[in-house]
């Protein structure tokens, strides 16, 4: 099955700096990559999601890229802000079924 | 509109004892999902539904059984809880299996 890897398993920023969050994914055949944020004691909600007919997508401070040759996808937020503090996961889904397969998470941690 | 609810949001059970979770929503999805979250493992998928009256196992469905009756209703059972089901459960659910999944507010769960 698919396996879905996030490194490093925690980040930390100054406000204002940009971060990049990388995923690494094991089955070519996956085509939805979403990325979940979920703040501390409160739901995972999506922020952006990416099919993989497209090569990247943007909304306002946050970016996702795919490389499917190298089987990896990223998160980009710029400018970050005290409020973007929170886990984040990456998950993928391969083709036929429709089940996601969840990464580990990262914390990211945005001083002010 | 209340999205995705769960019932209740804490728990505490003796090893033995059985509970039922409750997952509602009220968006006309056909994919209803449950996960448990624990530090540092992400989301890892128990069970899920395609529609009424089908579940399917997940990645971890072993001490678990789930139902689903009405197309807006998921239940999980613990039918004789251990240690190690003290987690956060969480429902979920999507349109499509390539939608967002809208995730309820959590269950934890502690078993003594």
């Known amino acids: 099955g698919e396996n879905v890897e996030q490194h490093p398993s925690t980040l930390s920023v100054q406000e204002g700096d940009s971060a990049v969050i990388k995923c690494t994914y094991s089955d070519s055949a996956s085509n939805y990559f979403p990325w979940y944020k979920q703040e501390l004691g409160k739901r995972p909600q999506l922020i952006i999601d990416?099919?993989?007919?497209?090569g990247e997508k943007k909304d306002q401070r946050i970016a996702v890229t795919l490389n499917k040759t190298a089987k990896h996808f990223s998160l980009h937020i710029t400018e970050t802000q005290p409020e973007d503090s929170a886990v984040y996961f990456c998950a993928a889904r391969t083709g036929a079924n429709s089940k996601l397969t969840f990464g580990k998470g990262i914390t990211l941690s945005v001083r002010p | 509109n209340a999205g995705v609810t769960q019932t209740p949001k804490f728990r505490v059970l003796k090893t033995g004892q059985s509970m039922t979770l409750l997952c509602a929503q009220d968006?006309?999805?056909?994919?209803m999902y449950w996960y448990r979250q624990d530090p540092g493992m992400g989301l890892r998928l128990i069970h899920y539904?395609?529609?009424?009256?089908?579940?399917a196992k997940g990645e971890v469905p072993d001490g678990y059984n789930v139902s689903r009756l009405k197309k807006q209703n998921f239940l999980l059972g613990l039918e004789s809880a251990a240690p190690s089901q003290t987690s956060v459960y969480f429902c979920?659910?999507?349109?499509?299996?390539?939608?967002?999944?809208?995730f309820g507010p959590g269950t934890r769960l502690t078993v003594l």
């Open positions: 990416i099919r993989s007919n497209v």
């Open positions: 968006m006309n999805h056909e994919y």
């Open positions: 539904s395609v529609g009424e009256g089908t579940t």
């Open positions: 979920a659910s999507s349109y499509h299996s390539g939608d967002t999944q809208y």
